[in-house]
């Protein structure tokens, strides 16, 4: 594979990393006590908080200037005070009522001053129960001091973690140990516990369940609290979640089926990522459940978790239009029924769930469509290869859907050539992603599913892209025997050097994750065409801008989703999709953009993302909703604070 030409600052993407050099020392002295270091700092830290001591608390944290400008423009930037060390706080709903990402103790300061009046921290401890305190050393040239903690809001009952590094004194000789990361979490509302566990439903239904539950799906006389539009696993998962905290929820689906999202699409897909990371909220997949989950069993498997978790589905539904009312406080959905009928719901919140992007198929404008005397299709109604046998086929595009095409075809002896349009992130599936990327966090040895994604969440999105940089190298070498064995692919090395997962948090796809793909262009099964834009279909095929031809029977475009704005316009008109927050995308703070956040307007809220940003942000989300509903005085909506 050939590497893309990539701009390159002075300064990498891991510069807001800590490093031993950055901080000023050579070794941290044999036999520490570093639980007694963490008791210690977490003593100042409650002190500090329950006392609204903004200064204080900022004492506890390295103090910088340092801003990476790493999800700032196009290109990588230097970073703002470059010599400085970075310091950064997340907070996920437990201050802000938002997800944030304070970077640089001015801003931090501001955040500080802003929330703490509002939320009145208290009983800070430590938390032991789901993380030891530990020292993490991810590479040679870091080390810190992970520990975790509980404390209270004046609503909230929260959770957090601190990571320490030691930063030498003046003279040297000496160290402080002072946090560079910390985040907050917003667990559960004080007063509304989830209904699971000891606080499951214990009454015997004496045969009325059954009515009970068909009663509660029609909505007859009521309206419900939630209005979910779209059925797919984020939308399963709010309703999970809104079912839990004992919110009224209904879910419109426009397929015949819950699961028709993944069961329609072509036969060959399945998840890439590995059953560690994709379990749906209190339902993890049964110990036997394969590494890697085909799409048609995934689908199933949402289907049975509406009839498990009781929640309520319209399929065959159509949201033809939804307005917000005069007082800015409900909104009018009007939903039409498989049978045609319509029914007008006044609900106090909307959550646009309609799938990843949002979107249909997308096939770009090209001339000469209508000279093409064979066919044209997307990937989203490609089902398989069997109708294809004795065609020439060229697929457009280099992504995971281009990819298991291509297979396909090959595995069918059709001649097939993929079209790259662009260069593209590949790792290996086993090796690079499952044994480097996530094996720490997501795999038969890691800890518990909430416990990683707690500890996932709790990494900024800036730190974990400056280590991702890093991981990026070593992938490179682990995959680098096959990689150079495959001619004419263009490569690339992910979001400014970052690899794979800020790729996908910005684009939402230009990667493919290799589960065999590879080594069918190695082989020769799969021809690659790249190096000239298409100019025009012509009769017999693709004409390229550099003269070039390729003879088709059959183009399938695998080139992704239409904007997520256009369901939106056509669902809430042009003054929402005109002026809401953009769904997908990371904000300069290095947080998803309209996800598991309102977006922009009272009452609507926007959730997108894989499996298991959607397990762990969902409950926020929910938590927010049922705060709005239930908690006087609480803030209503994201604040979108401002922090100069």
Not at 74 to 97: F, G, H, K, M, Q
Not at 123 to 136: P, T
Not at 282 to 288: E, K, T
Not at 391 to 399: N, P, R, S
Request: charged share 20%; aromatic share 10%; hydrophobic share 35%.
């Amino acid at each position: 594979m050939s590497p893309a030409s990539t701009h390159r600052s002075m300064y990498g993407p891991d510069r807001c990393l800590p490093t031993r050099e950055r901080l000023g020392y050579s070794n941290v002295p044999d036999g520490l006590d570093y639980a007694q270091i963490a008791s210690k700092w977490l003593g100042s830290f409650a002190q500090y908080s329950t006392q609204g001591d903004v200064d204080g608390l900022l004492s506890t944290l390295i103090s910088s200037s340092f801003a990476s400008n790493l999800f700032k423009g196009e290109t990588l930037l230097e970073p703002d005070s470059p010599n400085d060390i970075a310091v950064y706080w997340r907070d996920a709903y437990a201050l802000t009522w938002d997800l944030r990402t304070f970077e640089g103790t001015r801003k931090i300061k501001g955040f500080l001053s802003a929330q703490l009046p509002k939320f009145t921290m208290c009983n800070v401890r430590l938390d032991e129960s789901r993380v030891k305190v530990q020292v993490e050393r991810p590479f040679p040239d870091l080390l810190w001091i992970l520990l975790a903690f509980k404390f209270e809001t004046s609503i909230g009952l929260c959770s957090g973690v601190a990571r320490l590094v030691p930063v030498p004194n003046a003279t040297g000789h000496n160290v402080q140990w002072k946090a560079f990361s910390v985040f907050t979490n917003l667990d559960d509302l004080k007063g509304f516990p989830e209904r699971i566990g000891s606080l499951r439903d214990r009454q015997l239904s004496r045969g009325k369940w059954e009515k009970a539950r068909q009663e509660a799906i029609k909505f007859e006389d009521i309206d419900p609290t939630v209005l979910i539009i779209g059925a797919g696993h984020c939308g399963l998962q709010m309703a999970a979640r809104l079912k839990m905290l004992g919110v009224q929820h209904l879910v419109i689906e426009r397929n015949q089926r819950v699961g028709d999202n993944w069961r329609n699409r072509y036969d060959a897909l399945s998840l890439h990522s590995p059953v560690y990371h994709v379990h749906m909220p209190y339902m993890p997949f049964p110990p036997s459940w394969p590494l890697y989950t085909p799409a048609k069993k995934l689908a199933n498997w949402l289907e049975s978790y509406v009839d498990a978790m009781d929640l309520n589905v319209w399929t065959s539904s159509t949201v033809i239009c939804a307005k917000q009312n005069e007082t800015g406080k409900t909104w009018s959905v009007t939903v039409r029924k498989g049978d045609g009928s319509e029914r007008v719901f006044v609900v106090r919140h909307v959550i646009f769930a309609a799938g990843f992007l949002g979107g249909e198929g997308y096939i770009p404008s090209i001339s000469g469509k209508d000279e093409f005397k064979g066919e044209i299709l997307h990937s989203d109604h490609y089902h398989n290869a069997k109708g294809l046998i004795g065609k020439k086929v060229v697929v457009v595009g280099a992504g995971s859907a281009a990819h298991d095409i291509c297979v396909e075809c090959a595995d069918y002896g059709i001649d097939v050539t993929m079209y790259q349009r662009s260069s593209a992130y590949v790792v290996s599936c086993e090796k690079g992603l499952t044994d480097v990327l996530i094996k720490h966090l997501y795999s038969e040895e890691a800890p518990p599913t909430p416990t990683v994604d707690f500890l996932s969440a709790s990494m900024p999105i800036l730190v974990s892209s400056g280590m991702g940089s890093r991981y990026t190298k070593i992938v490179a070498e682990v995959d680098r025997q096959v990689y150079e064995s495959v001619q004419y692919f263009i490569t690339n090395d992910g979001y400014k050097g970052c690899g794979l997962f800020p790729l996908l948090m910005t684009r939402g796809g230009g990667c493919y994750i290799d589960i065999g793909g590879s080594q069918y262009i190695i082989d020769g099964k799969i021809k690659v065409k790249n190096g000239s834009q298409i100019r025009e279909f012509f009769e017999g095929g693709l004409r390229f801008e550099d003269g070039t031809e390729l003879q088709a029977d059959v183009v399938v475009f695998c080139t992704g989703l239409t904007n997520a704005s256009e369901p939106l316009r056509r669902i809430f008109g042009d003054h929402v999709a005109d002026n809401a927050i953009p769904l997908w995308g990371l904000t300069e703070e290095g947080e998803l953009s309209g996800c598991f956040r309102d977006l922009g307007f009272p009452g609507l809220y926007g959730v997108m993302g894989n499996i298991g940003i959607g397990r762990y942000y969902s409950k926020h989300l929910a938590l927010q909703i049922k705060a709005v509903e239930e908690v006087s005085g609480a803030p209503g909506y994201g604040l979108h604070l401002t922090v100069a």
